[in-house]
C-alpha cells in the first residue's frame, strides 16, 4: 500500500514526518518520540530518555539502543520494526507491553508477555 503524507493525515491520523531523515511514523499519544539527533524512532518516553546521555560538557549524546547492555549483558532496548520503520522500546516497560499488543493480531498472546523470565 502506497500512501502519501497527505493521504495520511487525511484520514485522520497522525503521522509525522521528519524533514530531516524523511521517515514517517506512528504517533501513539505523547508516547512516540522521533530523536533529531540520531533519527532514531522510540516508543516510548523512557526509551527516549534512556538513549541519550548528557556528560559533563553539557551536550547530550546519543547512544545506539543496540550497544545500551544492562549489568548483566542483556540489551535494555527491544526493536520492533512496522511499516518498515524501526522503533525501540524497552522490554518490561508497560509502554512497551502495551505497543506489543498493540501490533499482534491475537489478545492471546498478551498471556505469554506476562510469563517472561524475570531479569536478574
Ligand atoms: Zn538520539
Ligand atoms: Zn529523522
Given at each position: 500500500m ?8 487525511r484520514?485522520g ?6 524533514g ?8 501513539s ?5 522521533h530523536?533529531s ?11 527516549f530518555d534512556k ?17 545500551v ?52
Amino acid at each position: 500500500m502506497r500512501q502519501t503524507l497527505n493521504e495520511a493525515q487525511r484520514d485522520g491520523r497522525t503521522h509525522p514526518r521528519c524533514g530531516r531523515c524523511g521517515i514517517i511514523w506512528r504517533q501513539s499519544g505523547n508516547r512516540t518520540g522521533h530523536c533529531s539527533g540520531c533519527h532514531r524512532t522510540f516508543d516510548s518516553l523512557e526509551a527516549f530518555d534512556k538513549h541519550q546521555v548528557i556528560p559533563e560538557t553539557g551536550r547530550v549524546v546519543c547512544r545506539d539502543p543496540a550497544e545500551v547492555k544492562r549489568g548483566d549483558g542483556s540489551p535494555v532496548f527491544e526493536s520492533r520494526i512496522r511499516d518498515g520503520v524501526t522503533y525501540w522500546g524497552i522490554p518490561m516497560s508497560d509502554a512497551w507491553r502495551a505497543t506489543l499488543a498493540g501490533m499482534r493480531p491475537s489478545a492471546g498472546d498478551a498471556v505469554a508477555l506476562e510469563g517472561l523470565p524475570g531479569a536478574g
